[in-house]
């Protein structure tokens, strides 16, 4: 049960907190105000605390498929987020200014979502487990743990951030909050296809000999990009598609409002 | 303006067949039904025909929740205790494909076996 439940709350914190860490990186990096992580995350508690309460009913709506639909769609607010932040913060990042309370909104609401998302699992599991007197240590210790390394593993990654060259962090911020929000798009996706909303069909390939989902680097790989041994055409699609999406709106960003920039300056 | 009958029949088929979606579907898939009890899979292997969609009802009979749960049929879902869950999957090639409990994951677990039918309906 310890080790259970350091697996289960980790594997929820860590996406969390990977997005979490990009996000609070890039603030800095901005000289934006850090302030709204605190609410963000006030807000998703509480937020997940709420749907956590709701789960039962919720899985019930739309012929028991209710809970893939809330999902996929928390997954897909979430992306469409992202891609307005990477925007958004590229935009910034050329010092052509651009709204900063509305990317700190937009990095506000995304990380609440997120906490919303990955938080409801683990009220669902330490609720259920926690009332059981045999189980209540255990479930306890393995859930701070758990939290633990993976606030750890997503302080790392900030540090990692606020300690490389501005220009090269930014880089890597912006292609783990694409890379994110792509991962998001393809698990909307699994989970369309799971309720019967989406077609499934054949995984298009098979690396589960190279990386089994099940191993540490698969989870973390999953946690990181997406990583999926078997995925289906939609699930693809859905993944390379946001990505194509990303990067075409970054280009066509960048040359309009450096066009624009350079009519208004010379 | 007029369009032969059987060619609006046959664009019908055709949309059927592709999209399938539940609304649309002429044929419900197949329903096959596992319980939870005592975080145990009853029964724990379930065999299904290959090739077709098919309907999974799990019924969590125990008071905790419990996450469904499977890498290889690309499954994750959370059933509250004493609730049940619907989860579609298929259609598969066949083979043998585990399942879990991931709140049990010691005593849950499962698998459902996909097995090639001489003449599936």
Not at chain 1, 215 to 223: D, I, N, W
Not at chain 2, 83 to 100: D, M, N, T, W
């Amino acid at each position: 049960m310890l080790i259970n439940s350091v697996i289960i709350v980790l594997r929820e914190v860590i996406e969390a907190a990977l997005l979490i860490s990009v996000l609070l990186a890039v603030s800095r990096r901005l000289q934006l105000s850090v302030r709204w992580a605190p609410v963000a995350l006030i807000a998703g508690a509480v937020g997940a605390a709420l749907y956590a309460s709701l789960l039962d009913s919720v899985s019930e709506l739309f012929d028991g498929v209710g809970q893939e639909l809330i999902n996929a769609l928390m997954q897909v607010c979430i992306s469409a987020l992202l891609v307005v932040i990477v925007l958004l913060v590229a935009r910034r990042r050329e010092r052509l200014g651009g709204p900063s309370t509305a990317l700190i909104g937009l990095m506000a609401i995304s990380v609440a979502l997120a906490t919303i998302r990955e938080g409801s699992e683990i009220i669902v599991y330490v609720i259920g487990f926690v009332t059981i007197e045999s189980h209540r240590a255990s479930v306890l210790l393995g859930s701070l743990t758990g939290a633990g390394i993976g606030f750890s593993v997503g302080v790392l990654l900030y540090y990692l951030l606020l300690a490389m060259r501005v220009s090269h962090a930014l880089w890597v911020s912006l292609t783990l909050l694409a890379l994110a929000a792509s991962s998001m798009c393809a698990q909307a996706a699994k989970l369309l296809i799971q309720a019967d909303w989406l077609p499934s069909g054949a995984p298009l390939w098979d690396t589960s000999a190279l990386i089994t989902e099940q191993s540490m680097v698969g989870q973390f790989l999953y946690a990181l990009i997406g990583y999926e041994a078997t995925p289906s055409a939609i699930e693809v699609v859905a993944y390379f598609g946001s990505i194509g999406i990303i990067i075409a709106s970054a280009l066509a960003g960048w040359f309009v409002f450096r066009t624009s920039a350079e009519e208004t300056s010379g | 303006m007029t369009i032969p009958r059987s060619r609006i029949a046959g664009i019908c088929v055709i949309l059927l067949v592709s999209l399938s979606t539940p609304s649309m579907a002429v044929a419900a898939p197949p329903v096959f039904e596992i319980e939870i009890r005592n975080h145990l899979f009853i029964p724990d292997v379930l065999t299904i025909p290959s090739g077709t969609k098919v309907k999974l009802v799990v019924y969590n009979r125990d008071t905790t929740p419990e996450e469904f749960e499977s890498f290889e049929l690309n499954r994750e879902k959370v059933i509250m205790g004493g609730r049940k869950a619907v989860i579609f999957i298929g259609p598969l090639s066949p083979g043998e494909y585990p399942f879990f409990g991931e709140f049990n994951p010691t005593t849950a677990l499962g698998t459902i076996i996909v097995k090639a039918e001489a003449n599936a309906d």
